[in-house]
């Protein structure tokens, strides 16, 4: 499968970069990155000065109690007044519209406390306003971040 896998995001970082699919299985959320996500320059494995693009990749979150319910979903979008109205989604069906293709989520910015993670994204999707800003918070152990090949051509 992988070559490589982190324990955490030490060295990584999901910044500009978009997941396509969505998975929940046995109480693992994860999320592929057929563009991959960058590792950075000080990673161990990284032989270069910058931070570099893996190939084709993987992240793993691992939710407490095992269950779908601790994953919560945000799209924030304008009504015709333009005002900003919070849109809540059941995960599943988030994930089907990932898996469909409704969706791409581009991550932006992670904050982290104890056993849960906020990421700040946009979806993006194909019909006008094409994009909107989403949060996506999961209440997880740990996440596992998997690749098998770095990109040197493909610097930041």
């Not at 990584?12 to 299985?25: G, S």
Request: hydrophobic share 35%.
């Amino acid at each position: 499968m992988y070559q490589n896998c982190e324990p955490n995001d030490n060295h990584i970082t999901l910044h500009d970069c978009f997941a396509e699919k969505m998975y929940f299985h046995k109480g693992i959320l994860s999320f592929l990155f057929p563009d991959g996500f960058w590792i950075l320059a000080n990673h161990p494995k990284n032989m270069s000065e910058n931070t570099v693009r893996t190939n084709a990749s993987q992240v793993d979150f691992e939710m407490i109690n095992d269950e779908i319910e601790n994953i919560h979903i945000s799209i924030f979008r304008k009504n015709k007044r333009g005002h900003i109205i919070r849109e809540d989604w059941e995960s599943a069906d988030f994930i089907s519209a990932v898996n469909n293709g409704e969706y791409q989520i581009e991550f932006i910015t992670k904050y982290e406390s104890y056993q849960s993670t906020l990421f700040k994204c946009w979806v993006w999707f194909d019909k006008e306003p094409r994009h909107a800003e989403c949060e996506i918070i999961l209440d997880a152990k740990n996440a596992l971040y998997y690749w098998n090949a770095l990109c040197y051509d493909r610097a930041w």
